[in-house]
């Protein structure tokens, strides 16, 4: 007990301890959460009739941007496999990373879900024992179930690989015999969270354009390129200003895999586009609406064209050495114009015009209220700071900066 306390109380002492950048970097964030919070307190006491919602667009920014979430929390499993699967050991020094990544974000997509619930103090609800979780009849069941174990998997590895290290006992052949199957369930859990929800969105019978077979791909595709774009920002700034060592080996890994996804997305864009298009049919109807507008709705237009512009920019530019290996200026902006585009695509190409026609042939806009947007980057503030801070105290483990006090004597 009290080597756990002395680990979280170095832990956190480290966390929190930074030059100016990373304070300002924090009070940034700091500033959205205090905002957010009384936006926050408005929408859970007047209800979700402060957000944009409305009877013909039902679900806000919150579900779109809790689908994006799961895309990020893929980068667990495309850190932690390569390095155990192939045996890279670049790769599983840092696979801890990884699973900060995933750990934190599947936690901010929770949040969004309980944004968009509008009365989270239900959530009991569903808990068994207590309320009706209605499995296995309801895909929000599978979805329930899905984030939280994956969630949990990622905090028992982060827990006992930074606890391990941190006493000075990590031994890679000297693991606990149940650690390994934990991981390979995690790295298997992963595809589970595109997988299901898409499921989610497939089920909902009145929106036709989420009626296709190939949205789980989409889904683990564009995963596999925000997912990696965002774990590349984060590795790249952190062996600029901590003493970690990440090679260029690693990176061009990740860089690869977002080259390779993108392309991948651009075969399965090609192949639902033309199959809903060349027929022309009314199951064409909303992607008609996204791409070209109808009666002068045309708010989504110039977001479709402009996202579907840089992902495929993107892709044509991550095919030249030159972008790949320029890892202080071209890289890092492609990455961020790859993560920023699927964080776009997901409200404005995905989400809201699909409800467009409704059964009764009526097309709608969404509007994001002001309180609403300002809940979405209290979400997202909370996210990167909870990510900031636990990175923060692991990278001073991972350097040894951060070390019991038996563990320094020993050594």
């Known amino acids: ?125 569903i808990i068994p024992g207590l309320g009706y979780m209605n499995f296995p009849n309801s895909m929000l069941a599978y979805d329930t179930i899905v984030l939280n174990v994956y969630l949990l998997l990622n905090l028992i590895g982060v827990s006992y690989i930074l606890f391990k290290k941190y006493v000075g006992t990590f031994h890679e052949k000297q693991l606990a015999l149940w650690f390994r199957p934990i991981v390979f369930l995690a790295i298997a859990w992963g595809p589970l969270i595109h997988i299901i929800t898409a499921f989610v969105l497939a089920s909902n019978a009145r929106v036709g354009m989420w009626a296709t077979a190939v949205l789980p791909f989409a889904f683990l595709t564009m995963a596999g390129a925000s997912g990696p774009a965002l774990v590349v920002l984060i590795f790249l700034l952190t062996r600029r200003y901590t003493n970690l060592e990440i090679g260029n080996p690693v990176i061009d890994l990740m860089t690869t895999i977002i080259a390779w996804s993108l392309g991948i997305l651009m075969l399965v864009f090609a192949a639902e586009f033309f199959t809903l298009l060349y027929p022309s049919t009314e199951h064409a109807d909303s992607l008609k609406y996204n791409m070209f507008g109808h009666n002068g709705l045309n708010m989504y237009v110039p977001w479709f064209w402009g996202t579907i512009l840089a992902l495929v920019s993107s892709f044509i530019a991550l095919l030249f050495r030159k972008v790949r290996h320029s890892y202080n200026r071209l890289l890092p902006l492609v990455c961020f114009v790859v993560f920023f585009a699927i964080l776009i695509e997901k409200p404005m190409i995905l989400i809201f015009p699909a409800f467009s026609p409704t059964p009764l042939g009526e097309y709608a806009e969404y509007h994001v209220t002001l309180i609403e947007f300002f809940n979405v980057l209290f979400v997202w503030a909370l996210g990167f700071l909870f990510l900031t801070l636990i990175l923060k105290g692991a990278i001073g483990i991972l350097t040894g900066e951060v070390r019991h006090e038996k563990s320094s004597a020993s050594s």
């Open 1 to 125: 007990m009290k080597t756990a306390l002395s680990f979280a109380r170095d832990f956190s002492s480290f966390a929190i301890k930074g030059g100016r950048m990373y304070y300002a970097w924090l009070l940034f964030l700091a500033f959205f959460i205090l905002v957010g919070s009384y936006t926050a307190y408005i929408q859970f006491t007047q209800g979700l009739i402060v957000t944009g919602a409305t009877d013909q667009v039902t679900m806000e920014a919150f579900f779109a941007n809790f689908v994006f979430t799961a895309h990020v929390a893929a980068a667990a499993v495309l850190v932690v496999a390569p390095g155990y699967f192939y045996h890279r050991k670049d790769l599983k020094e840092l696979a801890v990373m990884g699973e900060v990544i995933a750990m934190v974000f599947v936690a901010t997509g929770i949040t969004f879900v309980l944004f968009h619930m509008g009365r989270p103090d239900r959530t009991w609800h």
